[in-house]
T-cell receptor
Framework: GDSVTQMEGPVTLSEEAFLTINCTYT??????LFWYVQYPGEGLQLLLK?????DKGSNKGFEATYRKETTSFHLEKGSVQVSDSAVYFC???????????FGRGTSLIVHP | GAGVSQSPSNKVTEKGKDVELRCDPI?????LYWYRQSLGQGLEFLIY????????KSGLPSDRFSAERTGGSVSTLTIQRTQQEDSAVYLC????????????FGSGTRLTVV
C-alpha cells in the first residue's frame, strides 16, 4: 500500500538558517503530494502541493519539488523564522483511493 | 461554513463512558475524513465518507468506534465504552471529491479518558 516516510525530528535550527525536511513516498500510481503544517494547539493547514512530476509547490517561502525518479518531495526554506516552529506533515493522495496517507510528522524548532 | 468546525474542542470523560464528537465540514465538500492523532504519533486514518456512498470504515480500530454522516454534511464520531488508550486528538477534514486540491482540517477534539 501507499506510504510516506519523513525524517525524524525534532529539527532544531537558529533563525535565518536553511531548512530541509526530507520526505519520500511509495505509491502504486501517480499521486498528488502535499505538505501540511500544524501549529501548537491547532489543526493541520495545507502549506503547499504538487500534482504531477517536476511540479514545484511553494507558499510562505517554503517550496518542494515533486521528484518522480527519486519518489521524493523534500520541503525547503531558505531562511526560517521563529514563527515557523511547528510540526510538518508530508502526505500523498492517489486518485483511486482518495484517502490521503500522512507521514508521522517532523517537529521544527527555531531558536532566535 | 468558512472552515471545518469541530466540537467540543476538549472532552474529558471517565473510562467506560460513551462520547460523541462532531464535525461540520465546509459547505459543498462531499468528502469527509476522521483521523486520530496520538501524542507524538502521526495521523491514523479512521473513516472516510464520500457523498451518499457507503463509508470506508477500514481504519476504525475496534467495534467500539462508529461514525455517521447525516444529509451528506455533519458527521458524528461515537466511541462507546471509552478506554484510556482512546485518549488522543481526533481530527476531521473535508475536501472536494478526489482531494487533489487538498484537505481542510478542523482544529480537532482533544479527548482525555481518565
Amino acid at each position: 500500500g501507499d506510504s510516506v516516510t519523513q525524517m525524524e525530528g525534532p529539527v532544531t535550527l537558529s533563525e535565518e538558517a536553511f531548512l530541509t525536511i526530507n520526505c519520500t513516498y511509495t505509491a502504486t500510481g501517480y499521486p498528488s503530494l502535499f505538505w501540511y503544517v500544524q501549529y501548537p494547539g491547532e489543526g493541520l493547514q495545507l502549506l503547499l502541493k504538487a500534482t504531477k512530476a517536476d511540479d514545484k509547490g511553494s507558499n510562505k517561502g517554503f517550496e518542494a519539488t515533486y521528484r518522480k525518479e527519486t519518489t521524493s518531495f523534500h520541503l525547503e526554506k531558505g531562511s526560517v523564522q521563529v514563527s515557523d516552529s511547528a510540526v510538518y506533515f508530508c502526505a500523498l493522495s492517489e486518485g483511486g483511493s482518495y484517502i490521503p496517507t500522512f507521514g508521522r510528522g517532523t517537529s521544527l524548532i527555531v531558536h532566535p | 461554513g468558512a472552515g471545518v468546525s469541530q466540537s467540543p474542542s476538549n472532552k474529558v470523560t471517565e473510562k467506560g463512558k460513551d462520547v460523541e464528537l462532531r464535525c461540520d465540514p465546509i459547505s459543498g465538500h462531499t468528502a469527509l475524513y476522521w483521523y486520530r492523532q496520538s501524542l507524538g504519533q502521526g495521523l491514523e486514518f479512521l473513516i472516510y465518507f464520500q457523498g451518499n456512498s457507503a463509508p470506508d470504515k477500514s481504519g476504525l480500530p475496534s467495534d467500539r468506534f462508529s461514525a455517521e454522516r447525516t444529509g451528506g454534511s455533519v458527521s458524528t464520531l461515537t466511541i462507546q465504552r471509552t478506554q484510556q488508550e482512546d485518549s488522543a486528538v481526533y481530527l476531521c477534514a473535508s475536501s472536494l471529491v478526489g482531494g487533489g486540491y487538498g484537505y481542510t482540517f478542523g482544529s480537532g477534539t482533544r479527548l482525555t479518558v481518565v
